[in-house]
């Protein structure tokens, strides 16, 4: 929904197109937030070839990618947990797995 949003497609009408289909949404969401800076030099280093043709998108393309990220929460209709990614992998470990122990318990 992010992707397309910031693609310019309203989220509201992908999530009614995906309501009409009776297709089932996902009990949580997990993002990893992180500046776009920071997410894109980590993806194009992963790939360690400048990234898929998402990735080689601008980085304005990016930061509307990364506000709509941030939306979700407010019309996507299953809880969406936003992570703060640009601590260390262990940090964030953690916090994904609070995030999902606060949704579904032990």
């Known amino acids: 929904i992010a992707y397309q949003g910031a693609s310019g497609v309203d989220p509201q009408r992908i999530i009614d197109l995906w309501n009409s289909t009776g297709a089932v949404w996902p009990d949580v969401t997990v993002v990893l937030n992180l500046p776009t800076g920071d997410g894109l030099s980590r993806a194009r280093q992963a790939t ?59």
């Open 48 to 106: 360690g070839d400048g990234g898929d043709r998402v990735e080689r998108r601008t980085e304005e393309y990016h930061d509307r990618v990364n506000v709509a990220f941030g939306e979700l929460s407010t019309a996507y209709p299953a809880p969406v947990r936003l992570i703060d990614a640009s601590a260390d992998i262990e940090t964030v470990h953690e916090a994904i797995i609070d995030a999902l122990v606060e949704e579904f318990g032990r």
